[in-house]
C-alpha cells in the first residue's frame, strides 16, 4: 500500500502560476503509475495529467501546454506545475496512483491510491 499527501494548494491570481506536490508513503519501492485529478463544485471528478513509471504523460487537452507533471524518484514526490492559470482551474487537486502500470488513462477507475487533496483557487 501507498499513502499519498498533497501539498502547495493556494490562492492565485489568473495568468500566474502554483505547484502542487504529492509525496508518497509506505510501499514506495514498487512501480506506480501517478496522476493528478481535480474536482470543482459541483462537477466530477477530471484527470488532469498522468505519468507512468517510464516516464511516459498524458495531459487532459484543458491543460495541454499550461501544465506540467513531474516526479522526483528519491524524493518520492510527484509534482503538478501549473502556469497560465485560468479561473476555470479552480478546483480541489488531488493524486492518485496504481500499481498498474503500462496504461496511459485518466480515467480515475484505474487508480486505487488517492490523496485527501489541496484546493487550488485562480481569481480574477
Known amino acids: 500500500q501507498v499513502q499519498l499527501v498533497e501539498s502547495g494548494g493556494g490562492s492565485v491570481q489568473a495568468g500566474g502560476s502554483l505547484r502542487v506536490s504529492c509525496a508518497a508513503f509506505?510501499?514506495?519501492?514498487?512501480?506506480?503509475?501517478m496522476g493528478w485529478f481535480r474536482q470543482a463544485p459541483g462537477k466530477e471528478r477530471e484527470g488532469v495529467a498522468t505519468i507512468d513509471s517510464d516516464e511516459s504523460t498524458m495531459y487532459a487537452d484543458s491543460v495541454k501546454g499550461r501544465f506540467t507533471i513531474s516526479q522526483d524518484n528519491a524524493k518520492n514526490t510527484l509534482y503538478l506545475q501549473m502556469n497560465s492559470l485560468k479561473i476555470e482551474d479552480t478546483a480541489m487537486y488531488f493524486c492518485?496512483?496504481?500499481?498498474?502500470?503500462?496504461?496511459?488513462?485518466?480515467?480515475?477507475?484505474?487508480?486505487?491510491?488517492w490523496g485527501q487533496g489541496t484546493q487550488v483557487t485562480v481569481s480574477s
Open positions: 492518485a496512483a496504481d500499481y498498474r502500470t503500462g496504461i496511459q488513462t485518466l480515467d480515475a477507475k484505474w487508480y486505487n491510491y
Open positions: 509506505g510501499h514506495t519501492s514498487a512501480s506506480y503509475r
